[in-house]
Nanobody, 127 residues
Framework: QVQLVESGGGVVQAGGSLRLSCAAS????????MGWFRQAPGKEHEFVAA????????FYSDSVKGRFTISRDNAKNTAYLQMNSLKPEDTAVYYC????????????????????WGQGTQVAVSS
């Protein structure tokens, strides 16, 4: 089992920045792919970003590409999501997720492919 705990959410004005953290404990962290998803009120979960264990390969949704950066520190068992140039439409609960295997192709974008989830952290962007 892997336990994931997100932190770093809050309220920020449009154009501002936040950095989310996801601390992992339990099983070996370095063998997984880590992802961030978000869910806005009344909407489905949406893929935001993912990163492989090496940290070399990263993936982003079109809506956040160029504004958000995902990274991980395997020594600290922590993944990060740096969010810049925030927009009101980024308002959502952000969830960290981990998969116990590498996800190739389009599988990394699907919520159902991830095995472990955090409790979520709220991000609110005011206009």
């Amino acid at each position: 089992q892997v336990q994931l705990v997100e932190s770093g959410g809050g309220v920020v004005q449009a154009g501002g920045s936040l950095r989310l953290s996801c601390a992992a404990s339990g099983r070996t962290f370095s063998s997984s792919i880590m992802g961030w998803f978000r869910q806005a009120p009344g909407k489905e979960h949406e893929f935001v970003a993912a990163i492989r264990w090496s940290g070399v390969s990263t993936f982003y949704s079109d809506s956040v590409k160029g504004r958000f950066t995902i990274s991980r520190d395997n020594a600290k068992n922590t993944a990060y999501l740096q969010m810049n140039s925030l927009k009101p439409e980024d308002t959502a609960v952000y969830y960290c997720a981990a998969a116990s295997r590498g996800l190739n192709g389009s599988s990394k974008y699907r919520r159902s492919e991830y095995d472990f989830w955090g409790q979520g952290t709220q991000v609110a962007v005011s206009s």
